[in-house]
C-alpha cells in the first residue's frame, strides 16, 4: 500500500513540474506576441502633433494624390478619395467603389466618419484641418520641403514603406526615380540654355525659381535660370508678359492651373502672345506644357514624380 502511496506522489510531482512548465512556455510564448505587437504599431511625430497607428492599416482615406499615386504603384487598397476633382492617371479612384470623401478643401467629415478609418493621410491644402481629421482617426501629415525636395520626397516615400511594410519596394523605385533625375541633371547642368518656370490662370502668370514650389526643376535637374532673383512664394511671384520677353528664356515649363481646377482660359491662349513669340523659346519649339492636374493638383508621389521626369525631359 506504502508503495502504491510513494508511486502516486512521484507521479502526481511530475505532473505539477510539467504544468508549471507548460505555464511558464506559454506565457514566454505570449511575452513574445505581445512584444511582436509592439513592434508593429508606430508614432509618426509631424508638425501638428503626431499619430500612433499600427502597421498595414487596412481602412485609409487619402487627401493628397502624391501620397494615392504611392499607395497605388505599392499595391496597397484605400477606402476614401476627395473625388471633385482627381487626376486623370488616377481616375480609376473617382468611382464608386470608392468612398467620396469631399474636395482637397472642403473635406465631407461625415463621409469620412462613417468609414471608421484606421489612418488619414493629408497635405497643405488640408492641414488648417489637422484637428478636426485627428478627432476621427491618426492623422499623418505629409510635407515637402520645396527648399530640400529630393530629401523631403524621399523622406515621405520611405515613411509610406514602413507603415505598409514596402521597404524594398520604395527603395526600389528611390533608385529608379533617382537615377532618371541624375541622367537629367547631367545633360542640363551641362547646356548653356536657361529655363523659365510659369503657372498660366486665367489670363494671368506667375513665375517659380529655385527653392519654390516648382524649383525642383531647377534644383533637382539641373536646369539653369533665367532669373535668379524670383520671390519664393506659394503661388508664384506675380509677372507681366513684358518680363517674360526681357529674360528671354531659352525653355519655358508652363503649369497650367485652369486645366487643373476647371477654368476658362488655357495655358496655351494665355501665354503664346505677341510679346512671348518673340522669346527664343517660341522660336526655338521650347516652350513645354506640363500636366496641369499632375504639377498643381499631385506630384510627390512614385508615379507622379516619375511622369514629372518624363515631361521635363522632353526639354532636352
Not at 172 to 178: G, P, V, Y
Request: hydrophobic share 40%; with cysteine; net charge negative.
Amino acid at each position: 500500500m506504502k508503495k502504491w502511496s510513494f508511486a502516486a506522489l512521484i507521479f502526481t510531482l511530475i505532473f505539477v513540474l510539467a504544468a508549471c512548465g507548460s505555464k511558464e512556455t506559454q506565457t514566454n510564448a505570449t511575452g513574445k506576441e505581445s512584444k511582436a505587437a509592439e513592434s508593429k504599431e508606430m508614432t509618426i511625430k509631424h508638425q501638428y502633433g503626431e499619430a500612433v497607428l499600427k502597421k498595414n492599416p487596412e481602412k485609409v482615406v487619402v487627401f493628397d494624390f502624391g501620397v494615392l499615386d504611392t499607395l497605388d504603384e505599392l499595391g496597397v487598397d484605400v477606402a476614401g478619395v476627395p473625388q471633385a476633382v482627381v487626376p486623370d492617371y488616377l481616375k480609376k479612384y473617382a468611382g464608386k467603389e470608392y468612398t467620396n470623401v469631399g474636395s482637397l478643401k472642403e473635406p465631407d467629415f461625415e463621409a469620412i466618419h462613417s468609414l471608421e478609418p484606421d489612418v488619414i493621410f493629408i497635405s497643405s491644402r488640408q492641414a488648417a484641418l489637422y484637428d478636426e481629421f485627428a478627432e476621427i482617426a491618426p492623422t499623418v501629415f505629409v510635407d515637402m520641403d520645396f527648399a530640400n525636395y529630393m530629401d523631403s520626397f524621399e523622406k515621405n516615400m520611405n515613411l509610406i514603406g514602413e507603415i505598409f511594410e514596402k521597404e524594398d519596394e520604395v527603395a526600389a523605385k528611390l533608385k529608379e526615380i533617382k537615377a532618371s533625375a541624375d541622367e537629367i541633371n547631367k545633360e542640363a547642368a551641362a547646356s548653356n540654355k536657361k529655363a523659365l518656370i510659369l503657372l498660366a490662370n486665367e489670363g494671368k502668370v506667375s513665375a517659380f525659381g529655385s527653392n519654390s514650389r516648382y524649383g525642383f526643376i531647377h534644383d533637382v535637374f539641373g536646369f539653369k535660370q533665367s532669373d535668379k532673383q524670383i520671390e519664393v512664394s506659394q503661388h508664384g511671384q506675380s509677372i507681366t508678359f513684358e518680363y517674360i520677353l526681357e529674360k528671354n528664356p531659352d525653355i519655358l515649363f508652363v503649369i497650367d492651373r485652369s486645366a487643373a481646377v476647371g477654368g476658362d482660359v488655357g495655358a496655351k491662349e494665355t501665354i503664346e502672345n505677341e510679346l512671348v513669340k518673340k522669346t527664343a523659346a517660341y522660336k526655338e519649339n521650347k516652350i513645354i506644357y506640363l500636366d496641369g492636374k499632375n504639377w498643381y493638383l499631385s506630384g510627390g508621389g512614385l508615379q507622379s514624380f516619375q511622369a514629372m521626369i518624363e515631361e521635363v525631359k522632353s526639354a532636352l
